[in-house]
């Protein structure tokens, strides 16, 4: 079995485009072949080849199964699907020996990169009244369009824009065979905001010695301001306490009329949170009875890809699908996906595992003191964009000292959330607190896999005993505790208008 690893490739198409191949079965020939590539497709850039054997569909294994039913698999996956293939030599010798291709391991690759290459990045900018802070170079006869000049601590700067990058889309447009004064004017006719997509120099001279083609699905979302949020859910007595529309003005499935006290809303659903997945499959382009049945095959447990109005602009403003948030957060421990589910084989065994990982995910309480010159840090934010984040930690000083760290989301100062408050309001209430501090903050990918997961960040995260530690009274017999408050008793949720499926056929081109 050693000599058999099949690759894992994950693509992501475009509305209306196909995934660029055929899936066939052919007589004589045994598994499910990749034909007929289209080139510059996904699939092609993926590096899948003529002849590929499918072993398995995000993550089911197929290659005993009816060339319909793996049909149906991928039909059913959306916008993006993950495959596991073995070239047509190694399997066919793998067949001959006899060899059990269910238990072999593999190596993942998404939309043909390893998940150790590097990535393109996508970076978000919301104009400020100082512009963008950042120049672009063209030199007439080289190709490209590269940045210069990035003022540190400007919009450019905080929304990941480096020194040298170079610009291959504006909000989802190739630019590169663009003239410069094309894109300049594209980026003055963008208004407050643009969705660039960059790539650094090592990462540009390892794609071009690879020889392929660069894009959008190959970047990271990191340096995305606004995040999709999973949303898990243990279904109630009454269901799962909100109604789900379609909404084909504005193109998706929304939630709606959420109960209050219900499973939805303890989650953290909110009013109008466009559905994009449901256990990892994207629901974009199924109709509203097939969401319903996925979810209903869900069980009493499933979980949600979701994105509120602002986060689903910004995607949309790169024309980029939420499902590469979804892409990129499996590698993480959170949300316990349709990936996770397949590598946890008891309902017991997941739960443990689930809630030993789910113990370091801590927000920390750090109190400083100021000294005669100051706290020691800065705090940053993205103008026109709720959020701040620690910069600039001086070593030895009085943040340092309290345990702050380059990159941690603050999450309240004084005791006061600011997750939502502007940068001038979260400064506001530094400058009064005079000459002590107290700051809840947290790792960048603590908060994320947090908030993905639906978790509202407080002190009560850290447990009494910690808590106890920070907020106590001169003695030990004054020392105080703040106490969750008792949950709001759960009203009888109204019923729901139960919907039916329908089969929808199928074309094999994929």
């Known amino acids: 079995m050693a000599g058999y690893k099949p690759k894992v490739i994950s ?57 319909s039913e793996v049909v149906d698999i991928v ?23 006899g060899v059990n291709l269910l238990s072999n391991k593999s190596t993942p690759v998404v939309n043909g990169v390893d998940k150790d290459d590097p990535k393109l990045k996508l970076c978000y900018l919301v104009n400020s009244s100082s512009g963008f802070g950042f120049s672009l170079r063209s030199v007439k006869g080289e190709e490209g369009f590269f940045i210069t000049e990035v003022i540190p601590g400007n919009v450019g700067h905080n929304a990941g824009v480096r020194v040298n990058d170079r610009l291959v889309e504006l909000n989802g447009e190739n630019v590169e065979d663009a003239t410069h004064e094309q894109v300049v004017d594209k980026i003055k006719l963008a208004g407050g905001s643009v969705m660039f997509l960059l790539v650094d120099q090592e990462t540009d001279k390892f794609y071009k010695k690879k020889g392929m083609k660069i894009g959008a699905w190959l970047a990271t979302v990191k340096h995305l301001p606004l995040k999709p949020r999973f949303i898990n859910m243990t279904k109630g007595s009454d269901g799962y306490g909100f109604l789900l529309k379609e909404m084909p003005q504005k193109r998706g499935h929304f939630i709606k009329a959420i109960d209050r006290g219900s499973p939805a809303e303890r989650a953290g659903l909110k009013e109008m949170d466009r559905l994009v997945a449901v256990d990892g499959q994207e629901v974009d382009n199924c109709s509203h009875d097939h969401v319903v049945d996925k979810i209903r095959l869900s069980g009493n447990k499933c979980c949600f890809l979701v994105v509120d109005k602002d986060t689903d602009q910004m995607y949309k403003l790169g024309k980029v699908s939420p499902m590469l948030f979804c892409e990129e957060m499996k590698e993480s421990i959170l949300p316990p996906s349709y990936i996770e589910a397949l590598t946890l084989p008891s309902p017991d065994r997941a739960s443990t595992s689930f809630k030993a990982k789910e113990e370091e995910l801590k927000p920390k309480l750090c109190r400083m003191e100021k000294t005669s010159a100051s706290y020691g840090f800065h705090l940053n934010g993205i103008q026109g964009v709720n959020g701040q984040y620690i910069m600039d930690v001086v070593k030895g000083g009085a943040a340092h000292r309290a345990g702050l760290v380059n990159g941690d989301i603050v999450v309240e100062v004084n005791g006061i959330n600011v997750e939502q408050s502007s940068h001038e309001e979260a400064v506001e209430i530094i400058h009064r607190s005079g000459s002590s501090l107290e700051m809840l903050v947290a790792k960048r990918s603590v908060y994320e896999q947090l908030k993905a997961k639906g978790v509202s960040i407080t002190r009560l995260l850290l447990g009494e005993t910690s808590y106890a530690q920070v907020h106590y009274a001169d003695s030990p017999e004054e020392e105080k505790h703040e106490k969750a408050r008792p949950e709001t008793p759960t009203k009888p949720a109204r019923e729901r208008t139960p919907s039916s499926s329908s089969q929808e056929s199928v074309d094999e081109r994929l």
């Not at 020939?29 to 080139?39: A, K, S």
């Open 11 to 67: 693509l992501t198409k475009k509305p209306g485009h196909t995934f660029g191949f055929f899936l066939r079965v052919e007589q004589g020939e045994d598994g499910h072949l990749i034909r007929c590539l289209e080139m510059g497709g996904p699939a092609e850039l993926a590096g899948m080849k003529d002849g590929d054997r499918i072993l398995r569909v995000n993550g089911t294994f197929v290659d005993g199964l009816a060339h």
């Open 75 to 97: 039909r059913n996956s959306g916008a993006s699907v993950t495959f596991h293939i073995l070239d047509e030599a190694s399997y066919k010798q793998a067949k001959a020996q």
